[in-house]
């Protein structure tokens, strides 16, 4: 077992990567604290999801909110007193070019995926320290957050600066023997993306954006949290700084 006895947590862990993540992560032996802004539903299907596992918590936080993160990290101090592996996952994301998206929209996207994934590593940081030398980072970029992307001006700003705070983050923890990486996945076959073409007009377009990865499909989630795992874990011992790209070579350029 990779992550045996770790505390583990994972942000934007009610669906999606970040639950498939926490799954992986139990079955590597971690005790997972999930953490999500989630409807009373989705809170109820984790719970229904790690039933037989007391391994597995979750606590409802917005991310956004300084407050809610500090009772979060109060919350983890008293049940574990240390932090040995975070994965910065949450994320909003939306569509629009420069001229199309408003302000407000643009603030949001910013606020959750970059300004949330500071404030809960911050507030997560003094346990992290406790842990020390072996504990690990992993922040959850995009392969449109190392390359453009037409009508995607807010989240792939956001996705480049998930990357730039990572390498920063690395250099300054480096001391600390924490490790700093980010992943940058393409595509993923998460129910944000199946109700995203299926709600789409041209029923052809998934295809389409399947092609422009070199693998010619979306990834599935459990891959893209293996790669995750490879971060979080002592296998990646050397890594920091780096950002992993499990893109089905979506940015190596196909044409
Ligand atoms: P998702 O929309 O299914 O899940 C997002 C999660 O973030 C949810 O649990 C939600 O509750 C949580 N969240 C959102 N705002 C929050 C807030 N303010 N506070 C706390 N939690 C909040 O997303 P997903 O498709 O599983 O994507 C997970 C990560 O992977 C994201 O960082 C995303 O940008 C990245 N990513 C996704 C894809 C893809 O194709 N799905 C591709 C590349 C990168």
New binding site residues.
Partial sequence: MKLKDKVALI????????LATAQLFVEEGAAVIC????SLEEKIFVQEHFRASPKAGYRR????KPEEVKTLAAFVQERFGRLDVLVN?????TIGSVEDTADEEFRRILD?NVY?LFLVTRYLMPLMRKSGSGSSIVN?A??IGLMGMGRRVAYTTSKGAVIQFTRSVAIDCAPLGIRVNAIA????N????QQFFAGHADKGFRKQVEGWHALDRFAEPLEIARGILFLASADSSYATGSVLSMDGGYTIGKW
């Fill in positions: 942000t934007g862990a009610s669906r999606g990567l970040g953490v999500a802004r989630a936080v917005d991310i956004t996952n949450a994320a909003v994301d959750v949330g959850v995009s392969n996945p393409g595509a993923i998460t129910e944000l993306v």
